[in-house]
Structure formats: structure tokens, C-alpha cells
């Protein structure tokens, strides 16, 4: 399997399980039929599998922007991201019920989660663009501009326009007038 593989993987292993996990909350919005309706189709490691899920996706992000700052490969693709998400859902909820596509159709859970995947499994590679465009960002070397010496650029220089003389400020001057003589 090669990097960008694996580095697919692990988001689409985060995608996967916070996916299942949103689409449980959406179809089954009261916590206690949730949790019995979770118990009764094989969901007793899912706490495990959700621990996993984030860490693998973690570690995914982590390595894409090392590999991007060492400009190395490119993130995963929508394509890909969404295959493998759909694809684990959905073998995920059939390893759950074992392997009857019958019981997995008919949960609105499970329905649910199909759209809820492709959603998260573009939002996910959004991520993974903006993760290598921050790391390339932050590797790129300023560019430096080389200044030559050379003689400095004269300024023009100001010439002062006289201005016609103030007839008020030219005539005999008076002082104000005073209230004490008057």
C-alpha cells in the first residue's frame, strides 16, 4: 500500500466511524433507544472502533502535512476518500449484522449514513487540501531581492511660489479696543 493510500485510509477511517456515529445521533436522537438499538445490532466495541477511527485519522493529518512540507506526494483524493468510506460503512454495519445486507438496508441509521459518509468524505479531503496548502505555505522560502548600490535618485526639489501680499495683514495695526476707555 503506498503513502497516499494509507494516508486515505486513516482519514477515511475517521470519516467512517464519526459518520457512523452522526448518523446513529440523527436517526435515533434519544439517547437510550440509541444505545439499545446499538446493543441489539452488534455494537458493543463501537467506542473501541471510534477511538481508532480518530486516532488513525489524526495520525493522517499529521503525516499529510510533514509530506506536504517536505513536498513530498499529494493529498487524497474526493474519489478515494469517498470509495473507501462508503465501502467500510458499509461493510462495517454487514460485519455488525452478520453479513445480512437485508437487516443493514433496513435500518434508517445505516441509510442515513450513506449520504452522511460521501458529506464527511468531501469535507475530509477539503481538509486535506487546506492541510498541504498550510504546510507548503509555511515551507516556501521568501523571496529575496537582491538591492544594487547605486546612486541614490535625486528628489526634485521645491521651489517656494510667493504668494501676494495680505492687505489686512501689511496695513497699520490697532490694538483691540478697550472697554475701559469707553
Keep these: 500500500m503506498?503513502?497516499?493510500?494509507?494516508?486515505?485510509l486513516g482519514l477515511a477511517a475517521g470519516g467512517v466511524v464519526g459518520g457512523h456515529a452522526l448518523a446513529y445521533a440523527l436517526a435515533y436522537p434519544l439517547a437510550a433507544v440509541r444505545r439499545s438499538h446499538l446493543e441489539e445490532t452488534g455494537h458493543q466495541g463501537f467506542q473501541i472502533l471510534l477511538v481508532l477511527g480518530f486516532a488513525a485519522a489524526g495520525v493522517a493529518v499529521v503525516s499529510t502535512f510533514v509530506r506536504a512540507a517536505r513536498r513530498e506526494g499529494l493529498p487524497p483524493s474526493i474519489g478515494s476518500l469517498?470509495?473507501?468510506?462508503?465501502?467500510?460503512?458499509?461493510?462495517?454495519?454487514?460485519?455488525?449484522?452478520?453479513?445480512?445486507?437485508?437487516?443493514?438496508?433496513?435500518?434508517?441509521?445505516?441509510?442515513?449514513?450513506?449520504?452522511?459518509?460521501a458529506a464527511l468524505a468531501v469535507a475530509l479531503a477539503w481538509l486535506a487540501r487546506g492541510v498541504v496548502a498550510v504546510a507548503q505555505h509555511l515551507t516556501d522560502e521568501p523571496v529575496r531581492v537582491r538591492h544594487r548600490r547605486s546612486a541614490p535618485t535625486p528628489r526634485p526639489v521645491r521651489v517656494a511660489v510667493p504668494h501676494a501680499p495680505d492687505p489686512v495683514a501689511l496695513g497699520p495695526r490697532r490694538a483691540p479696543p478697550s472697554l475701559a476707555i469707553a
Design 82 to 117: 469517498l470509495g473507501l468510506q462508503v465501502g467500510l460503512f458499509v461493510a462495517l454495519e454487514l460485519a455488525e449484522r452478520g453479513l445480512d445486507p437485508g437487516a443493514a438496508l433496513s435500518d434508517p441509521a445505516v441509510v442515513l449514513g450513506l449520504p452522511v459518509q
Design 2 to 8: 503506498g503513502r497516499s493510500r494509507s494516508l486515505a
